[in-house]
């Protein structure tokens, strides 16, 4: 434990009622990676380090106290179960209410930062090269984007408020594509220039680019197969059109081709698993679209993108819990995540689980089928909607089994739904929306 908590200790000190008094006392193990001369316990459980604000006065010194030891051995009460459960299957750090975390009476909003890492993979261990360390906030470092990108709408992202308009699984329909005018609809030629197939959804990020998921093309598609797809806008309620009395707007939709694009190499689609946080590529369309509102960049604007209470995924998937072969009804939707369980990981070269967001949800719902490359976002000044993960795969949130759905509501948490992360490539981003021609 930090120094400032051994006088806690004494005698009979508050500490002492709660805590089991650690070997040592020091600050060296104030940062959670970084153990310095702390030395090496084997934990048969998970070892957690606890990281607590120094608060004077209502306000935040800048300096903290830290806890660090194995999750059976730091507290006599122990933890709360369902609480701890969120920490066992990566490493990675959280904050949480101290009532939420420890046997304690009362309600305590207290926060405590909360970071975890499996077994020996702790404290300096051998094994410390090959952790997952999944932190809050995005970790990347400060970029600098000066230059402003052609066919982007700077106007329409920073300037005043706009007029507030009122599944993706189990999720909510849209009615009305001049709400959400950035989602895109990708189809694939299937052998004539009529037999068009949906594979996934994208979002327009300019007049003229748009960001998706790289695992919806095969390796041939993004070399000479690319000119099979079409990127439409304006495509919703599709399915009897003139008959669905939910359809409001009757704009014509349009399709464009893709004129280039930019792939992140070192995805590899047959281990999606180990490289989701590269599975993202940007296409610059064949000619501009006639929208004004599309999606927002945030890196552009500097906008905190790790305090949001509320994010929202689109897609153009299936939204039905049947069987695989249910045919898209080619209708948009969205789905809310309010006050999620959200991990965003380091920004940084490397497998598993890098630069990816994590959603854990605490039931069946979320991304599905033929979401994939769907935003994932928050909105701020009413509509304005600002893009920050792209979307690649899930677990447990999309299933197709009835027997195995009401099976899944008494775990909850079981389901993920998981993010490239927009800010860890937004470089790559920024530097091919500069190369498109005026």
Known sequence: MSAPYEEAFKGDGSLSRHFIEPRNFTNACDDPIDPKKVGVVMCRTIC????????????NTGKKLTMRGCSSLLTKKGFHNRTIALFDRYDMCRDVKTSDLFHFDGENSQIVTVCSCLGDRCNGSQRVSGQIFLAVGTKCSVKQFGKKVPYYNYEYCEGEQLKSQNYIFEGEQITDVETTPWNIFIAKNRGNDTNYKQTCTGTLISRKHVLTAQHCFQKDDLKSGIARFRFIVNIFCESDTEKDSDCISRQVKSARKAKSFYFDPNFNKNELLETPGSDYVIIELDEEVPIR????L??????????????????????????????????????????????????????????????????????????????LGFFTDGQRFNIIGVSSFGFGGCVFSAKFSSFLKYFPGTATNHFAQVDCFSQQIYDFMLKASE
């Open 48 to 59: 957690l380090t606890l990281t607590q604000d120094i608060i004077v006065f209502g306000s």
């Open 293 to 296: 509102k599309h999606a927002c």
């Open 298 to 375: 945030p890196f552009l604007h500097e906008r905190d993108v790790k305090n949001v209470k509320s994010l929202t995924v689109y897609g153009y998937g299936k939204s039905l819990n049947k069987d695989m072969e249910t045919q898209y009804d080619m209708k948009l939707r969205k789905y809310i995540y309010n006050d999620p369980y959200i991990l965003y990981s380091k920004c940084e070269a490397g497998k598993y689980f890098k630069n990816l967001i994590s959603i854990f949800l605490p039931k069946t719902g979320g991304i599905c089928h033929g979401d994939s490359g769907g935003s």
